[in-house]
């Protein structure tokens, strides 16, 4: 296990902000967590626990505690219950995201194809149920093993368990900080069945003259389509979309929908409507705008940005900017995706 005091975050946060943390703990086994788990308790010290960063806004210049990282890596076929129709992948918390649906893409095991090129590592999936273009990672994960901080155990635990909603799980509510996950299992059809009415998927595919896509056309068209909104972290530090589609009763759906007929929204039940919070940012001209050296990226409102030299604070501030502008026009509180720490 690697343990590192003084240790430098600016690798592990895709904003760019420079910070570090007092110890740096990174396992790559379920015995190493243990051991990970075990140091926790003893140090008494506040911990975090992170993958590449790719949700993360650091506030502060020194995390004063531990920052855990899983390095667990593989992907294997769980035998005995994997069928002719789906297969059952487990997969080390530590692997790259985008590469396990590269892989599940090249081996015949569909479901994950709309969700080609989020960013982040295979344990945050389980934790903030990424998703995009009408697809969730809880719609594909099993099970979830992971060693229990305050007995040093290995569980594992049902999706059901998890209690997955929109970018939402109990590993972010009410276990945050409880769990160090080792790997998640997910379960994938080895029959393809796109899903392509959402957003501008399928005027993409007409586009490239493509009918009936293969799975790889389909994550083709998804990294095309994510590649020309969003920003490459490496070029423009961001770490994609920073707030959450807020999803609001129907009584102040109505009333907007009434001042705004072209509003766009998505039907969520009886009771709710869903309002694209860029379409929020947007209308209230925050789009492409800086404070400092923090902005709101040109293409997309979703994504706030550091365009050189910006700090957590001024990336906090800008946020809290968005929030006040978008209260106050809409009567809407714009809640962060990202993990403020």
């Known amino acids: 296990m690697n343990d590192y005091k003084n240790y430098s975050l600016l690798r592990h946060n895709t904003f760019g902000i420079e910070a570090s943390c007092r110890r740096f703990l990174e396992y790559e086994t379920a015995a190493e ?67 396990l649906v590269d892989y599940c893409v090249a081996h015949g095991y569909h479901g994950a194809e709309n969700l080609s090129l989020i960013p982040g590592e295979v344990g945050a999936s389980a934790v903030q149920n990424i998703g995009a273009y009408g697809a969730e990672a809880a719609d594909l994960i099993y099970n979830v093993e992971a060693v229990e901080i305050a007995t040093g155990r290995l569980v594992v635990i049902d999706a059901a368990d ?30 393809f069945v796109p899903r392509l009415d959402y957003g501008n998927i399928r005027q993409e595919l007409e586009r490239k003259g493509i009918g009936t896509p293969t799975a790889a056309e389909l994550r083709s068209v998804i990294i095309d ?11 423009l530090g961001n770490a994609g979309s920073f707030f959450m589609n807020p999803v609001v009763e129907r009584p102040l759906f109505e009333r907007l929908l009434a001042d705004n007929p072209a509003m766009p929204h998505y039907h969520v039940d009886d ?35 550091n365009r050189g030299g910006a700090t957590g604070q001024d990336v906090l501030r800008l946020c ?22």
Not at 164 to 191: M, P
Not at 274 to 293: E, H, V, Y
Not at 320 to 341: H, K, T, Y
């Open 33 to 99: 967590a243990a051991v990970a788990a075990q140091i926790i308790r003893e140090s008494q010290l506040p911990h975090l626990v992170v993958g590449s960063g790719s949700n993360l806004l650091l506030v502060g210049s020194c995390y004063d505690g531990l920052v855990v990282h899983s390095a667990v890596r593989g992907i294997e076929l769980v035998g005995g219950q994997s069928t002719s129709d789906e297969v059952l992948l487990r997969v080390g918390s530590g692997e790259n995201w985008d590469d």
């Open 162 to 191: 998890c209690h997955y909603g929109y970018r939402q799980s109990r590993f972010k509510g009410e276990w945050s900080g409880r769990y160090l996950i080792t790997h998640v299992v997910y379960r994938l059809s080895r029959a």
């Open 225 to 235: 389509i994510r590649r020309r909104k969003l920003p490459d972290p490496e070029q």
């Open 271 to 305: 009771d709710h409507e869903k309002i694209p919070a860029a379409w929020l940012i947007d209308q209230c001209g925050w789009k492409g705008r800086s404070l400092g050296p923090a902005g709101v990226h040109t293409e997309q409102a979703l994504v706030l940005v």
């Open 320 to 341: 809290q900017a968005i929030q006040a502008d978008v209260l106050s026009r809409f009567g809407i509180m714009l809640r962060p995706e990202v993990n403020i720490v």
